[in-house]
């Protein structure tokens, strides 16, 4: 069902007769403010996924370098801390 101009106009009417005159521009004025508001926020939110997708580094990405080799470890740090050697243990 179309919109006629004569339904638009009775609702016009309906409004005035409601509101009456004195709050119908305080109320276009609160409906452009929301208006406004939804917008912005529409635009900000756009903008940030927008940004996040075109996000690139700043540097290239350069590969890892692995880190230098361990020494070898010495003989005496090979026995494990818990064993006793011979000469250190109790004689009974």
């Known amino acids: 069902m179309p919109f006629h101009w004569f339904y638009i106009a009775g609702l016009l009417i309906i409004v005035l007769i409601i509101f009456g005159p004195g709050r119908l521009p305080e109320l276009g004025g609160a409906v452009g403010k929301a208006m406004r508001e939804f917008r912005k926020a529409t635009t900000e939110l756009t903008n940030d996924v927008t940004s996040a997708v075109q996000a690139t580094p700043a540097t290239p990405a350069t590969p890892a370098t692995p880190p230098p080799p361990a020494p ?20 009974i």
Request: hydrophobic share 15%; no cysteine; charged share 15%.
């Open 72 to 91: 070898p470890a010495s003989q005496e740090s090979s026995a494990s801390p818990g064993s006793q050697s011979e000469a250190t243990s109790p004689k």
